[in-house]
């Protein structure tokens, strides 16, 4: 369907399912496409290609390279009957690839940004932001970063079940 089209039957609901399936949501005429599992796989492997098995390095931990504040910008997800108030509930979750997965989604219902300004928000936006932040979303990503990002979105095979979307 034409992004114009979208954005004309936008302006009459808050939500509707594209041709690709995607409910999106509409706020104030940007199109946010729901974070989904092929996303999260593919943003899991350009921090980290996703190896298992990693844990801290600097300020960041786990296989999405998530830290402290965005942790805690994520609504603090925790391993089930963890507390997030408790001594190390920050590095468990994060150190999990489920729990990891989490943090991200949440983190990116909550601070959509439409990086490259093309009136949608969408997986790359999300990668960026992922990457770069808010400020240098729309620049030059961690070489690394892209290029297994990159041929993680070219292979289907790859994708693994969140259970987000
Ligand atoms: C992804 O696939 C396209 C088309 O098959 C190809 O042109 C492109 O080079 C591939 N990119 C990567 C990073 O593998
Ligand atoms: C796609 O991913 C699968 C699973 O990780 C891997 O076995 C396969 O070699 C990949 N294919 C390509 C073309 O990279």
Do not use: Q
Not at 91 to 107: F, K, P, T
Request: charge should be negative.
């Amino acid at each position: 369907m034409h992004k114009l089209l979208l954005l004309i039957i936008a302006a009459f609901c808050s939500s509707l399912i594209t041709d690709r399936g995607f409910i999106i949501e509409v706020h104030g005429g940007f199109i946010i496409e729901p974070i989904t599992d092929k996303c999260l796989t593919c943003i899991c492997n350009g921090a980290s290609r996703c190896g298992l098995g990693v844990k801290c390095d600097g300020d960041v931990c786990g296989v999405f390279s998530i830290g402290y504040e965005y942790w805690l910008d994520s609504n603090s997800p925790t391993l089930p009957f963890d507390d997030p108030e408790s001594e190390g509930a920050y590095i468990r979750c994060a150190s999990d690839l489920y729990c990891g997965a989490e943090v991200v989604a949440n983190y990116m219902k909550k601070n959509p940004y439409d990086c490259n300004s093309d009136g949608s928000v969408t997986c790359w936006d999300y990668a960026g932001l992922h990457n770069r932040g808010r400020l240098e979303c729309a620049g030059f990503w961690d070489i690394d970063f892209e290029m297994n990002y990159k041929s993680c979105m070219n292979n289907s095979s790859m994708i693994i079940n969140f259970g987000i979307a």
